[in-house]
């Protein structure tokens, strides 16, 4: 079976049913004709009852942190780390009593957890050691790895047609310039990125920094939180059914692989890097009490000011960092993470639930690295600009009076594809990927409108290589919304919704090339919803030819895959 646009994966789909909860009491997904042909959007997992998962009675756990297996410096004086991954077939408990096989960063769902220095450049080796045979397709198990949230270069970017075959290697080189901020690194192979990613090809890759070092937790206190969903078949196997192309809601929620855990916090201020990783399902998260949380980053690193905010939205993609409080609570005292859900998503019994936080007693850290903070910060400073030197700007200063072009990108349903101003990649690969949205030049700002027109419909719109200012929104009186104060490079349509973004193309030391830009509704990108840009010349640094991926010679052996020691059970 070969991967075309208009046949791809025809999958068998789940039987059974589940009982409905329509997000703001909908009882149905918008856009989905009763009769449509397609499957039941409400198609949930078919496991026996012992077998399912009972919310809160699993226990949290933190993927491991990856050792690098050389360091140094360069010549120049740089420092460097180098890394290597398998990309492997490897077994999860998920389900009670059942096995369920997944594709994983060595194995394991989510993928080890890679820490950076700002300014330690790295090497990660990434080997595809899968099957010849996709988990949920028939076609080749190419991959592509995208590191979401790095100014890399194109070739290292996980452009969606730089595959790596089964049995073959790509080393990709990460300059990590940056400002301090949660990254994660995800499969891209395009038509095909939604069954990579929902097979468990996704991880956390976190650069730090003085400033953010200085003024937020660190180590114990400084949590990765990927929240995903999935449906199982009765023996454990993972479920996927896209609805028509439509996306894939399933019925268990879980963190960092696990569903809704239960995790053993102290009485003190805790940081939790927010990440969906699911490949449709946006979240509106909330304390069950109530209490506020304080948003201190975004995308792109910490916000100037802190935000404190009852819930938020949050799409596929999007980071959000923010403190919870539990020097409030006495020990025993408990709170949940609830999901309020938005427009458009199909909910099911147990999906407004997420994680469940107990309070033990306080105790010394097993980590002499850890630190929490004695009180909630008002502002925080991200210091002075990476590249200032050579032409960039902060962010959160742009101003309109800056963009040297506006552009829009409508965001559409056309002809049974979803499309950018009408086009997709189709378009982009047919031209000899030389179709462009636009072509700015190095550290210029353009000011950007991403409009969805659409009422039946959430956008999660990605913009490779930049940081972004949202400056405005025709909801919400004009203005971001109050979780949005700092960088971004994920921009959340919603329905009938429009979002204004001002950016700088700035790409460091290099010239820059091909970029793409996709909605990250994953189905929604495989089919079709992704063009592309370039900075300067598209013919600088190509995506597909410059670093090719080569055939694997050496045993996985070779190389560490050793992890630090994790903290205890449930912390």
Same mark, same amino acid.
């Given at each position: 079976?070969?991967?075309?646009?208009?046949?791809?994966?025809? =999958?068998?789909m789940?039987? !059974?049913? $589940?009982?409905?909860?329509? *997000?703001?009491?909908?009882?149905?997904?918008?856009?989905? &004709?009763a009769s449509?042909?397609e499957?039941d959007?409400?198609?949930?997992?078919?496991?026996?009852?012992?077998?399912t998962?009972?919310?809160?009675?699993?226990?949290?756990r933190?993927?491991?942190?990856?050792?690098?297996?050389?360091?140094?410096?360069?010549?120049?004086?740089?420092?460097?780390?180098k890394?290597?991954?398998s990309?492997?077939?490897?077994?999860?408990q998920?389900?009670?009593?059942?096995?369920?096989?997944?594709?994983g960063?060595?194995g394991?769902?989510?993928?080890?957890?890679?820490e950076?220095p700002?300014?330690?450049r790295t090497?990660?080796?990434?080997?595809?050691?899968l099957?010849?045979?996709?988990?949920l397709?028939?076609d080749?198990?190419?991959?592509?790895?995208?590191?979401?949230?790095?100014?890399? =270069?194109?070739?290292?970017? !996980?452009? $969606?047609?730089?595959?790596? *075959?089964?049995?073959?290697?790509?080393?990709?080189?990460? &300059?990590?310039?940056?400002?301090?901020?949660?990254l994660?690194?995800?499969?891209?192979?395009?038509?095909?990125?939604?069954?990579?990613?929902?097979?468990?090809?996704?991880?956390?890759?976190?650069?730090?920094d003085?400033?953010e070092?200085a003024?937020?937790p660190?180590?114990e206190?400084?949590?990765?939180?990927?929240?995903s969903?999935?449906?199982?078949n009765?023996?454990?196997?993972?479920?996927?059914?896209?609805?028509?192309?439509?996306?894939?809601?399933?019925?268990?929620?879980?963190?960092?692989?696990?569903?809704?855990?239960?995790?053993?916090v102290?009485?003190?201020?805790?940081?939790?890097?927010?990440?969906?990783?699911?490949i449709?399902?946006?979240?509106?998260?909330?304390?069950s009490?109530?209490?506020?949380?304080?948003?201190?980053?975004?995308? !792109?690193?910490?916000?100037?000011?802190?935000q404190?905010?009852?819930?938020?939205?949050?799409?596929?993609?999007?980071?959000?960092?923010?403190?919870?409080?539990?020097?409030?609570?006495k020990?025993?005292?408990s709170?949940?993470?609830?999901?309020?859900?938005?427009?458009?998503n199909?909910?099911f019994?147990n999906?407004?639930?997420?994680?469940?936080?107990?309070?033990?007693?306080?105790?010394p850290?097993?980590?002499?690295?850890?630190?929490?903070?004695?009180?909630?910060?008002?502002t925080?400073?991200?210091g002075?600009?990476?590249?200032?030197?050579?032409?960039?700007?902060d962010?959160?200063?742009?101003?309109?009076?800056?963009?040297v072009?506006?552009r829009?990108l409508?965001?559409?349903?056309k002809?049974?594809?979803w499309?950018?101003?009408?086009e997709?990649?189709?378009?982009?690969?047919?031209?000899?990927?030389?179709?462009?949205?636009?072509?700015?030049?190095?550290?210029?700002?353009?000011?950007?409108?991403?409009v969805?027109?659409s009422?039946?419909w959430?956008?999660?719109?990605?913009?490779?290589?930049?940081?972004?200012?949202?400056?405005?929104?025709n909801?919400?009186?004009?203005?971001?919304?109050?979780?949005?104060?700092?960088?971004?490079?994920?921009?959340?349509?919603?329905?009938?919704?429009?979002v204004?973004?001002?950016?700088?193309?700035?790409?460091?030391?290099?010239?820059?090339?091909?970029y793409?830009?996709?909605?990250?509704?994953?189905?929604?990108?495989?089919?079709?919803?992704m063009?592309?840009?370039?900075?300067?010349d598209?013919?600088?640094?190509?995506?597909?030819?410059?670093?090719p991926?080569v055939?694997?010679?050496?045993?996985e052996?070779?190389f560490?895959?050793?992890?630090?020691p994790?903290?205890?059970?449930?912390?």
């Amino acid at each position: 079976m070969s991967a075309t646009r208009r046949n791809v994966l025809k =999958l068998g789909m789940l039987g !059974g049913s $589940a009982a409905l909860l329509g *997000a703001n009491g909908g009882a149905a997904l918008a856009g989905v &004709p009763a009769s449509s042909g397609e499957s039941d959007p409400t198609t949930a997992s078919t496991l026996a009852a012992k077998n399912t998962p009972v919310p809160y009675t699993a226990t949290f756990r933190r993927p491991p942190t990856l050792i690098p297996y050389e360091t140094g410096r360069d010549p120049d004086g740089q420092p460097f780390a180098k890394y290597s991954l398998s990309q492997k077939l490897g077994q999860a408990q998920i389900a009670p009593g059942l096995s369920t096989t997944l594709a994983g960063y060595n194995g394991i769902f989510p993928g080890p957890t890679i820490e950076v220095p700002q300014g330690t450049r790295t090497e990660v080796r990434i080997s595809n050691r899968l099957p010849a045979t996709g988990l949920l397709y028939s076609d080749p198990f190419n991959t592509v790895t995208h590191l979401h949230g790095s100014a890399s =270069l194109p070739q290292y970017d !996980g452009y $969606a047609n730089d595959r790596t *075959a089964p049995s073959k290697v790509k080393n990709y080189h990460y &300059p990590n310039w940056q400002a301090a901020r949660t990254l994660w690194y995800h499969d891209h192979n395009h038509l095909l990125t939604a069954q990579g990613v929902y097979s468990g090809l996704a991880a956390t890759y976190t650069l730090t920094d003085e400033q953010e070092q200085a003024q937020l937790p660190q180590g114990e206190f400084d949590v990765p939180i990927l929240v995903s969903d999935v449906m199982l078949n009765a023996d454990g196997s993972l479920g996927y059914n896209d609805n028509g192309h439509l996306g894939l809601w399933g019925d268990i929620v879980m963190v960092n692989g696990v569903p809704w855990p239960t995790m053993k916090v102290k009485p003190r201020i805790y940081r939790f890097r927010f990440l969906v990783g699911s490949i449709t399902r946006s979240y509106r998260f909330a304390l069950s009490n109530g209490n506020p949380v304080y948003v201190v980053g975004t995308d !792109g690193g910490m916000t100037p000011k802190v935000q404190a905010i009852s819930s938020w939205r949050q799409g596929t993609a999007e980071r959000y960092e923010v403190l919870i409080d539990f020097r409030k609570y006495k020990v025993g005292q408990s709170v949940e993470l609830r999901n309020l859900s938005n427009k458009n998503n199909v909910n099911f019994a147990n999906t407004g639930k997420v994680m469940k936080f107990q309070v033990v007693a306080n105790s010394p850290s097993p980590d002499p690295k850890s630190r929490s903070i004695s009180s909630i910060p008002t502002t925080l400073d991200p210091g002075e600009h990476p590249t200032k030197a050579t032409g960039g700007l902060d962010t959160m200063s742009l101003t309109p009076e800056m963009a040297v072009a506006k552009r829009t990108l409508r965001v559409q349903r056309k002809n049974g594809e979803w499309t950018i101003n009408g086009e997709t990649w189709d378009d982009v690969e047919k031209s000899g990927f030389t179709r462009l949205f636009a072509n700015p030049q190095r550290n210029q700002v353009e000011q950007w409108t991403i409009v969805n027109e659409s009422g039946g419909w959430f956008h999660p719109v990605h913009i490779h290589l930049i940081d972004g200012k949202i400056i405005g929104r025709n909801t919400n009186n004009g203005q971001p919304f109050a979780w949005e104060g700092g960088p971004k490079d994920v921009f959340y349509t919603g329905e009938n919704e429009s979002v204004t973004v001002l950016m700088q193309f700035d790409t460091g030391k290099h010239e820059g090339g091909r970029y793409m830009v996709h909605c990250h509704n994953l189905v929604h990108e495989d089919h079709d919803m992704m063009i592309q840009f370039s900075v300067g010349d598209l013919r600088n640094n190509d995506p597909i030819t410059a670093d090719p991926p080569v055939v694997e010679t050496l045993p996985e052996g070779n190389f560490s895959s050793a992890y630090k020691p994790a903290y205890p059970a449930g912390t």
